[in-house]
């Protein structure tokens, strides 16, 4: 990541937890549980990026980014809920390095009130639902500041409300929704989807939301309440489709990444039975026994450390891991056009930045 | 309930769902089985009380019916999403006499995606709480048409929308918190609760969703934005209180109700250890022999009929129906008064006569 964007996401991060913190919503989130459950992602370190995002697009249009700081808080909570209720979905343990709201509330569950075993995983769960409805309200709460608190006009902020709660979440859930039937789905079946469902669905759980920051910060920018306005389209464009880059990028550094930098192990993504493009290109390539021998390591659990190694391989070999790395490439130029429907300032050249990132990232 | 209220909330009711069934969000319900889940309840045959509390509150403050549609069936969306995810935390398999979004996800689960067992029902849960989430989006969805659709001034729309996501949610989580909180708790530690716990959960649930949409409705018909308009005020506490007594009397019925009317065997809530104002007093005024008897049955799902019954008799001879029948009336006393700031009209009027259905009502 260039200096230059990460001092700015920095600087953006500091101000935005400042926000966040200070809002009295908070005195709502009763009792204490609750509490804990709904603050306990967000001020975990963190990237930022779509709250970046959002006040970059903003800057880009003409507009102060002091206006955009409660629009960027509502859209890192909007996100977070996501996260809280797809953790519950996934039955995932950690999140940024410690332990998800549902296993946080579990245990919480067992000090505070003597529940046990199963009762207490009920518990945690029930919370962490519950948590991420507040989250979610929280975040529409956000983005009504950007009137009461910064004096942008209502029509604009009923509109980013609008586009949020119709367009950008009905997309997130379908995009949610086919990731969990692709994992419910036997490995062995693997090859029922095709490229366009797994790229569709990491346009919804992923591309959408960026392309809502982008939107919401530029129509506040700009001062329009014009969801239309080919400006704030273009940039809609260009990070939704940067956003999806990034998630084939994801998939790249599953397999070839470095454990350390992404702090899980690279085979886990195989064991899982993950099914990415890399997965559908390699099998679209190989001979019946190869073909075998992927179906019959993809999803299991018990996978040894040498048939994990021998289908990393074979993802190379079959072309897998380079498709997608072009596959991700045609997403970022088709990003980066869009954006000369902007006009030059150090806020474009920030976005640039981080389409570069978006793609390059080894972490 | 009075002829005319009836008549009245069927009219609404006809119109509330054609009004929801012409909504264009539709389209982003995808894919067909979030569509179904989403769309399940709400064409489901109900009294949909508070879209008619918000509607006659708008009348009451001299708006027409007509620009009170939106937010009614926001209120409704809104009251549905806190069922749907209600009903996967206390694991319930009915709802409005028929199957639960998460039952009914789950038959889909095993229909069309061929999961079997504890995989079905994981896919159940999932997407019942993705569906939970679209309406609680479809609901502000709802309210922002109240300006798009009806041309009402977007401060009070977003002021609105503003106690909608902070104070209404906050206190309906808190409700349903301590709601589940309380249900975990062994039923031997009953007496840990006090009746000002239970009424507090109850109001958290139940009152504050009322109060809401005699707000929303109050300021709608009036034209205001202040959410401590004197008017307004009246009616939101007006409506709250009833919300409270509504439930007191929900308990009663659970103990002295007619099976058939209510649809649920009546010894549920003393199996299931439902922790109520009517057990708090009972277990006061009861001597060792007796509370040992109510403490071993409460929370005992295997109960014969006839410890059930001994129970039931208790609760009568022990003051705890008696002391909740004047709590409920303790509420409705309290609401009446208020109304009194609201100048007569045929919405006042259908306004007490549902007062008088909230505590007077069988089923």
Chains 1, 2 share one sequence.
């Not at 910064?150 to 009923?158: A, C, W």
């Not at 956003?243 to 550094?253: P, S, T």
Request: net charge negative; with cysteine.
């Amino acid at each position: 990541m260039s200096a230059k964007l990460m001092e700015f996401l920095k600087e953006k991060e500091q101000q935005l937890v400042e926000y966040m913190k200070s809002s009295e919503v908070q005195k709502y989130f009763r009792p204490k549980h609750i509490h804990d459950a709904v603050t306990s992602y967000i001020y975990r370190s963190a990237k930022r990026l779509r709250p970046g995002v959002l006040i970059m697009s903003c800057g880009c249009l003409g507009g102060e980014e002091r206006i955009a700081i409660p629009a960027a808080a509502a859209v890192e909570l909007f996100h977070t809920w996501t996260l809280v209720h797809d953790d519950i979905i996934d039955n995932d343990s950690l999140r940024r390095g410690k332990p998800t709201v549902h296993r946080l509330m579990e245990s919480a569950g067992k000090r505070d009130l003597n529940l046990e075993g199963s009762l207490a995983e009920d518990y945690g769960r029930n919370i962490a639902i519950l948590a991420g409805d507040i989250q979610h309200a929280w975040s529409v709460t956000f983005l009504i500041e950007t009137t009461t608190k910064m004096g942008v006009d209502p029509y604009i902020t009923l509109e980013i409300i609008k586009y949020m709660e119709s367009y950008a979440i009905g997309n997130l859930i379908y995009g949610e929704t086919v990731d969990v039937q692709m994992g419910m789905t036997d490995s062995k079946d693997t090859e029922k989807f095709s490229q366009d469902d797994v790229i569709d669905m990491l346009w919804g759980k992923t591309g959408v939301l960026y392309g809502f920051s982008a939107l919401a910060g530029g129509m506040i920018g700009k001062g329009t309440s014009d969801i239309n306005d080919p400006q704030v389209t273009a940039l809609k464009d260009f990070a939704t489709n940067c956003g999806i880059a990034f998630q084939l990028q994801d998939d790249i550094l599953g397999i070839t990444g470095d454990e350390k930098l992404l702090g899980k192990p690279i085979g886990s993504d195989i064991r899982e039975g993950k099914k990415t493009t890399i997965v559908l290109e390699s099998l679209k390539n190989a001979n019946e026994e190869q073909k075998n021998l992927i179906l019959n390591v993809l999803g299991n659990k018990d996978a040894g450390e040498d048939d994990v190694e021998k289908v990393k391989s074979l993802f190379h070999e079959l072309n897998g891991i380079e498709h997608t790395k072009m596959l991700a490439q045609k997403y970022i130029q088709k990003a980066l056009p869009k954006i000369d429907a902007v006009e030059d300032s150090k806020y474009k050249e920030l976005l640039l930045s981080w389409a570069d990132f978006m793609i390059n990232r080894n972490l």
